[in-house]
């Protein structure tokens, strides 16, 4: 099958999944009836969600992809370098402040671009980022950081903390238009600009030497991509917490459908992964309602399933 | 003319002083094999001449340009290199690894053309791997798939091609097949080459010129007859040999004489 | 010069995302309104509490939706659900188009925050002492146009509020009993002097072992239970064990007063002595008798 075909497939998929978020909801309202007047709040918060997901989804899929082509680590997804627990310590400490209110998104973001600014200097020898220094200072800053938040969720309890458990487990509850915008906008950018280094992401992908042997100044764009990468998920992981699983799984599911040359891997993982959180969000609100289940333990759900029997049918047609 | 010069270069890995006082010249259309024991610094003085690792002092000048000058993407638009084995985690097929080739000729956000997709046909088949286009990278053999990293190495069109001991990897009829393809690219397409190698005898066949490394300097350099005396190899080896002559090229032919009977 | 660039970019996208945030939030207090209370409210209550002091103000057909936690009065079961009290679905909420939804503060938070994002009218009652409370129940009173019942409400409490603190001040001081209050066994829990409990306690005429930390809500070490020596202890969970039975297996303890005298409770209704909301003058009658029986 053609890519460019598959790739309509795939598009088809996500707007027949937004047509399904609009309508489903702890409220039936049929199509028709969303447009009254009298549902337009409704369908605001369903449209609010919807392109959250999209933008998450995206996000996350992208930034996967790249680190997963300068880590040359399939097992790479954007939370790797600190990113979550980052933000998550941010969180629980503007919680304790109390100033969670207003200023929970900007002390995670802060939170995050710290611990990744720490796991970028312990790993760093002298003007290089060795792959594997990278991955090890990510995982300990990762652990450190989340052993303090624990700590101080265990030692100060403060009832506003259970609220936490929600942002771990992620929640595309945010109805904050002016501020989903700015993320919206850095995500989108940081993913075309993700997108223009798809030739050096091919190259890169073979090898750190090889990609120096195809003309591609590997350093400088090891540190731009992460610079964009961590921008990215920092953001999304501000506004909507921890949805895990999507940067790990979606790069490979994509990549089991287009291949992995990353000028069509790029495009077509932003489409599979917005499908994909648009799914997820339809699950979370519909099957237990009105009680929502956190769109990450969807995400895990969902996607395992998924991957292993697009795996199972791919090793059956070899 | 000279194609490549290499002026006293130190190099190494960090601090760490691998190559000293290196300096010899390549000419257009040579075919130069560099030989030493392990450890000699052989696939270091590769990386220096790729860019790779950048020299500690010294120079080295690409067709009167000092290749350090150079940008990136202009170099490699003429030196191709070839590493002694490539492990691919992602299953591109043979066709775009071919086609990867072209990166150093692309602008960044620039598609593959006809002209690119010809040249990468013509690699293939040069290095008689066309039939497993279709083929992912990780399902071809380790011969197949060294034939196939060469052709991305052809698809860049360069004039100088390096290889770091391509043949280690290969039974016998797959070394032969490779290196004779890089002697006919060398004589019909007037492809420069320069090929680290740890078989002697590969060496003095195929071999215009030879380095013979040890500790970082050179030895000796020279046609084969020149560098490949018993005297030499028994300094820089540390062992027992006899040089004969192949019985058909009359090359010298290194015999290997074991310790014990 | 690439490091520049960085420092650059961060700075710019810290100072554009503080900005867009300080602009985005609305401050959000109680709704003082000179407007007009709607012909048909509809109101929606998040916390069981605030759910009875509705009720109790007279409120019913307008109550539309309720946490799936309140369940007094018993009306109040019959009342649409919009999710738990941690976890209050929004969708649900709007789609019930309230007039005004009240919530409490703390675990809640999230919840109003959304909610005053979108443009709802959240009424946010978090009170920590008796007179808070009171001042809640004349907030609400106000925005529901139920002035007279408030008053009416706050009379009644203030009565018995009154009639308690008669019966403690002839106690004297040497015969106030120190007791501990449990609000959970695994890990060990109990409130400090923040806490809405503790006033209700020492309006009963109790001493709180934990009185000396700040902390509404703490793990307390059950050696320090030993240490303090209550008089009594009294359990704020429902547990169908025989209070006496398990807590003597607890170590060390069969030593404590409370123990050794069998002062071990479990049978007052949680609701009552937990919820900042009307029955908390019951809770305090009951609390006083349990300890001054």
Redesign the interface.
Same mark, same amino acid.
């Given at each position: 099958m053609k890519i460019s075909l598959k790739i309509s497939l795939l598009l088809i998929i996500l707007i027949v999944a937004i047509l399904l978020a609009i309508t489903k909801g702890s409220v039936d309202i049929p199509l028709a009836e969303l447009l009254l007047k009298e549902n337009w709040q409704v369908l605001y918060l369903r449209i609010l969600r919807i392109l959250v997901a999209i933008i998450a989804g995206s996000g996350l899929a992208v930034s996967g992809i790249a680190l997963q082509a300068i880590l040359r680590n399939p097992l790479a997804e954007p939370y790797l370098l600190g990113t979550s627990s980052g933000a998550g310590l941010g969180a629980v400490i503007a919680i304790i402040l109390g100033i969670s209110s207003i200023y929970l998104p900007l002390a995670a973001f802060l939170g995050a671009i710290l611990s990744i600014i720490l796991v970028y200097q312990l790993a760093k020898q002298g003007s290089r980022i060795p792959v594997q220094s990278l991955i090890l200072s990510g995982v300990i800053v990762s652990i450190a950081l989340s052993g303090i938040m624990v700590f101080l969720i265990s030692v100060s309890p403060n009832e506003a903390l259970h609220g936490i458990m929600w942002w771990l487990w992620g929640s595309l509850q945010f109805y904050d238009p002016k501020l989903l915008l700015l993320v919206g906008m850095v995500v989108a950018l940081g993913t075309f600009a993700i997108f223009i280094f798809s030739q050096d992401l091919n190259a890169i992908s073979i090898g750190d030497e090889e990609a120096i042997h195809l003309g591609i100044n590997t350093e400088t764009i090891k540190k731009i991509l992460f610079f964009i990468t961590s921008l990215i998920t920092a953001g999304i992981v501000s506004i909507c917490g921890v949805i895990g699983f999507v940067g790990l799984i979606i790069p490979h599911l994509t990549r089991l459908i287009v291949g992995p040359n990353h000028k069509t891997l790029i495009p077509a993982s932003c489409v599979c992964a917005a499908a994909f959180m648009v799914i997820c969000d339809i699950f979370s609100r519909t099957l237990f309602t009105p009680l929502e289940i956190p769109i990450g333990i969807i995400t895990a759900f969902l996607g395992a399933p998924v991957f292993i029997i697009l795996l199972k049918i791919k090793q059956a047609v070899k | 003319m000279d194609l490549l010069k290499v002026d006293n270069l130190c190099g190494g890995y960090g601090k760490e002083t691998v190559i000293r006082d290196v300096s010899f010249k390549i000419e257009e259309g040579g075919f130069l094999g560099i030989i030493g024991p392990n450890g000699s610094g052989k696939s270091t003085l590769l990386r220096l001449m790729s860019r790779v690792l950048i020299p500690q002092t010294g120079k080295i000048i690409l067709e009167d340009t000092d290749i350090a000058r150079m940008h990136l993407k202009d170099f490699c638009k003429k030196v191709a290199f070839v590493p002694q084995d490539t492990m691919i985690n992602f299953s591109f097929n043979v066709w775009e690894i071919a086609l990867l080739g072209r990166i150093p000729h692309l602008r960044r956000m620039q598609w593959e053309g006809r002209r690119d997709f010809s040249i990468a046909q013509n690699s293939l088949s040069l290095t008689d791997t066309l039939h497993l286009k279709d083929k992912p990278i990780d399902e071809v053999s380790a011969g197949e798939r060294q034939r196939v990293i060469i052709a991305k190495a052809l698809t860049q069109e360069p004039i100088l091609m390096l290889l770091d001991e391509p043949t280690s990897h290969l039974d016998i009829g797959h070394q032969i097949q490779v290196l004779n393809l890089l002697k006919r690219l060398n004589r019909q397409n007037n492809l420069t080459i320069v090929v680290v190698l740890h078989d002697l005898n590969l060496a003095s066949e195929y071999c215009q010129r030879i380095i013979l490394l040890n500790a970082g300097k050179i030895f000796k350099e020279g046609e084969p007859q020149e560098v490949l005396t018993y005297q030499n190899i028994e300094t820089v080896y540390k062992t027992v040999v006899v040089v004969n002559k192949n019985p058909i090229s009359f090359k010298p032919y290194v015999v290997l004489v074991s310790g014990e009977r | 010069m690439?490091k520049i660039n960085?420092i650059v970019?961060?700075g710019t @996208?810290?100072l +554009?995302? @503080?900005v867009?945030? =300080?602009?985005? /939030?609305p401050a959000g207090t109680v709704p003082s309104q000179a407007g007009t209370i709607p012909v048909k409210p509809r109101y929606i209550s998040l916390a069981p509490a605030t759910t009875e002091i509705l009720f109790a103000l007279g409120l019913d057909e307008e109550i539309v939706g309720v946490s799936s936690f309140c369940n007094y009065p018993l009306k109040a079961k019959t009342k649409e659900? /919009? @999710?738990?009290f941690?976890?209050p679905? +929004?969708?649900?909420i709007?789609?019930l188009?309230p007039d005004i939804i009240f919530c409490t @503060?703390?675990?809640? =938070?999230?919840v +109003?925050?959304?909610l005053r994002?979108?443009n709802l009218k959240v009424y946010v009652s978090d009170p920590s002492n008796i007179k808070e409370l009171l001042n809640s129940i004349r907030d609400i009173g106000r925005l529901t146009g139920r002035e007279k019942e408030a008053d009416t409400l706050i009379n009644k409490m203030e009565q018995v509020l009154g009639q308690v603190n008669v019966k403690v001040k002839l106690i004297p001081p040497e015969k106030r009993l120190k007791v501990f209050i449990e609000i959970w066994h695994d890990p060990l829990?109990t409130v400090g002097k923040k806490s809405f409990v503790d006033e209700v306690l020492t309006l009963a005429g109790g001493i709180n072992i934990a009185a000396d930390t700040l902390?509404p809500?703490?793990?307390f070490s059950p050696e320090q239970v030993i240490k303090r020596n209550p008089d009594c202890i009294i359990q704020t969970y429902m547990s169908e064990n025989e209070p006496l039975k398990t807590i003597e297996k607890r170590l060390g303890w069969k030593e404590i007063s409370a123990v050794k005298h069998g002062r071990v409770y479990n049978d007052i209704n949680p609701d009552i002595l937990l919820r900042p909301g009307p029955r908390i003058v019951e809770g305090l009658q009951e609390l006083h008798k349990k300890l001054y029986p």
């Open positions: - | - | 690439r960085f970019a961060l @996208g810290l +554009v995302f @503080g867009a945030l =300080t602009r985005s /939030v659900k /919009v @999710g738990t941690s976890q679905n +929004v969708e649900k709007i789609s188009k @503060g703390l675990e809640q =938070t999230p +109003v925050n959304a994002q979108l829990m902390q809500y703490l793990y």
